[in-house]
């Protein structure tokens, strides 16, 4: 089975604290995903990833980078964390088009 | 552009009782569908997925069909248990250009089975 790996189930940072959020995939993927998931909203793509240092903004980029120096690992970065950004954050990988992606258990991010 | 529109929740069921949720969509070329259940504390599950017209996808007793003349994708299940009870999402995966991968979803809809 795929196996997507995010590095917290729960985080607790400061307004203005740079936050790097880790996933890991083993199945050698090449597409990566971040999401946050607010309720009520659903599920909202922040960037994405098609090859290694490759990356498209999704549709809410602002406030956040990656990194994808390896195939495997996919960073979320929160470049100054705000309280607006206190969300659940989900990472996926897939194999490409038309393909399901596989999700992470999430990472519960609070900015205090 | 693409986008799912899925039923607002929440839905609250009796157990045994016959569950749909329905969900529509937009999209350029032809997509394939697929629906995630997502349980309590944890991420997204692929429950069931669709790659062409009047295909049908079923798992744990769940099924949709695609319907490309009606553009819509809902979940049924027969029965359902308590053990259902999570935030279904529907989502379809666009063909082609910058978006190649991504998958767009709807904004869930929160099933509760009462025993």
């Known amino acids: 089975d795929v196996k997507v790996t995010q590095s917290s189930r729960y985080l607790v940072k400061r307004t203005g604290e740079k936050v790097f959020l880790e996933c890991v995939q083993d199945?050698?993927?090449?597409?990566m995903f971040w999401y946050r998931q607010d309720p009520g909203l659903g599920l909202r793509l922040i960037y994405f990833s098609y090859d290694v240092k490759m990356k498209e903004k999704g549709d809410i980029p602002e406030g956040y980078s990656v990194s994808r120096e390896k195939k495997e690992r996919f960073s979320l970065i929160l470049e100054s964390a705000s309280t607006n950004q206190t969300s659940m954050y989900l990472c996926?990988?897939?194999?490409?088009?038309?393909?399901?992606?596989?999700f992470g258990d999430g990472t519960r991010l609070s900015i205090l | 552009g693409n986008s799912v529109t899925q039923m607002e929740g929440p839905v609250t069921l009796s157990e045994e009782a016959f569950l749909t949720i329905n969900c529509t969509y937009t999209a350029t070329g032809y997509p394939s569908l697929f629906w995630y259940v997502q349980y309590p504390g944890e991420g997204l599950q692929l429950l069931l997925k669709a790659t062409k017209a009047d295909d049908k996808g079923s798992n744990k007793g769940f099924e949709a069909t695609y319907r490309k003349e009606t553009t819509s994708f809902h979940l049924e299940k027969g029965s359902v248990q308590v053990s259902d009870s999570a935030v279904y999402f529907c989502a379809l995966s666009s063909p082609g250009g910058s978006t190649l991968g991504r998958l767009y979803f709807g904004r869930g809809t929160q099933l509760t089975v009462w025993p």
């Open positions: 199945m050698d993927h090449e597409n």
């Open positions: 996926a990988s897939s194999t490409g088009e038309f393909q399901p992606q596989h």
